[in-house]
């Protein structure tokens, strides 16, 4: 199965930027989607952005992050980025890399706001990012 390891997570200051990367152990196959999740202390996990695998489109970006979040992949180095500017307190959270064998298509983009259970079916340890003001 393949596993996924995410890089790039650390403290910054609010208004700064971090890149976080995912790097996969093979190939996704290309019909299926990957995405970013996090989870704040005390909340429940929390879709932030997914891709399309084939195409590299962008399919879902929570409705918090106002633009300021860009999600993308590199297949030949079978790696996810995350790039994340102006960041604020309220996105501190583990962030959490995961990939589907499905389409993104397969649910609605809304539904990715909490993703269905069985949807994301590898998930990464997690990356921590901590914003301060």
């Known amino acids: 199965q393949v596993q996924l390891q995410e890089s790039g997570g650390g403290s910054v200051q609010v208004g700064g930027s971090l890149r976080l990367s995912c790097r996969a152990s093979e190939s996704i196959p290309s019909g299926g989607c990957m995405g970013w999740v996090r989870q704040a202390p005390g909340k429940e996990r929390e879709g932030v952005a997914a891709i399309m695998i084939q195409d590299g489109r962008p399919y879902f970006y929570a409705d918090s992050l106002e633009g300021r979040f860009s999600i993308s992949r590199d297949n030949a180095k079978n790696t996810l980025y995350l790039q994340m500017n102006n960041l604020k307190p309220e996105d501190t959270a583990v962030y959490y890399c995961?990939?589907?064998?499905?389409?993104?298509?397969?649910?609605?983009?809304?539904?990715?706001?909490?993703?269905?259970?069985?949807?994301?079916?590898?998930w990464g340890q997690g990356t921590q990012v901590t914003v301060s003001s």
């Open positions: 995961a990939s589907s064998r499905y389409s993104c298509a397969a649910v609605p983009a809304s539904a990715l706001r909490q993703p269905p259970p069985n949807f994301f079916t590898v």
